[in-house]
T-cell receptor
Framework: GAGVSQTPSNKVTEKGKYVELRCDPISGHTALYWYRQSLGQGPEFLIY????????DSGLPNDRFFAVRPEGSVSTLKIQRTERGDSAVYLCASSLTGGDDPEGGDGYTFGSGTRLTVV | AQSVTQPDIHITVSEGASLELRCNYSYGATPYLFWYVQSPGQGLQLLLK??????LVQGIKGFEAEFKRSQSSFNLRKPSVHWSDAAEYFCAVGFSNDYKLSFGAGTTVTVRA
């Protein structure tokens, strides 16, 4: 597609429930990133995919968070047993090549995000 | 500790006036530097980036930024703001051997008529 698409745009869930957030990157972009933006903060790195594999998941806060990208395009961020502290905007971004780009990044293209509210 | 600092949480500027947003970083090496803008309900849009070379970088929407190594700063400027420039602005850093971006906390810009 023309841009990075994230669905849903808004999600309200009850504490303890399971949620899935979807990211559809720009066609042909091999690198995909998830960031979390809490209120009043800048985005914080969660996980980076190069193709189908998670090259770096060091930003995932705990084992309730998991992400997949089975075919190297669409990615799903999964959160189990949601907590109120998980409320944030979850941003997805993609780039053409990712970490091996000699200029340190050809520039991400960010999606509009999914606003997750845990009540 | 490594960090990106945007000292101003909120700036109000009159339409037509100039704007400067501050960004300082604290890293051992000179990082790659970026400015992003985020309008309500929108994703982050890249305004400009600095990798090397000329320390004055031109971006989209009439923005420019100047890298000052001695001050570890990368301040964003616009000579004359428009009402549509009201948004949140984020400074970010990256490195050539890394793919993660580290963001500042952001500066919210309000434009008054």
């Amino acid at each position: 597609g023309a841009g990075v698409s994230q669905t849903p745009s808004n999600k309200v869930t009850e504490k303890g429930k399971y949620v899935e957030l979807r990211c559809d990157p720009i066609s042909g972009h091999t690198a995909l990133y998830w960031y979390r933006q809490s209120l009043g903060q800048g985005p914080e790195f969660l996980i980076y995919f190069q193709g189908t594999g998670a090259a770096d998941d060091s930003g995932l806060p705990n084992d309730r968070f998991f992400a997949v990208r089975p075919e190297g395009s669409v990615s799903t961020l999964k959160i189990q047993r949601t907590e109120r502290g998980d409320s944030a905007v979850y941003l997805c971004a993609s780039s053409l090549t990712g970490g091996d780009d000699p200029e340190g990044g050809d520039g991400y293209t960010f999606g509009s995000g999914t606003r997750l509210t845990v009540v | 500790a490594q960090s990106v600092t945007q000292p101003d949480i909120h700036i109000t500027v009159s339409e037509g006036a100039s704007l400067e947003l501050r960004c300082n970083y604290s890293y051992g090496a000179t990082p790659y530097l970026f400015w992003y803008v985020q309008s309500p309900g929108q994703g982050l849009q890249l305004l400009l980036k600095y990798f090397s070379g000329d320390t004055l970088v031109q971006g989209i929407k009439g923005f420019e930024a100047e890298f000052k190594r001695s001050q570890s700063s990368f301040n964003l400027r616009k000579p004359s703001v428009h009402w549509s420039d009201a948004a949140e602005y984020f400074c970010a850093v990256g490195f050539s051997n890394d793919y993660k971006l580290s963001f500042g906390a952001g500066t919210t810009v309000t434009v008054r008529a």
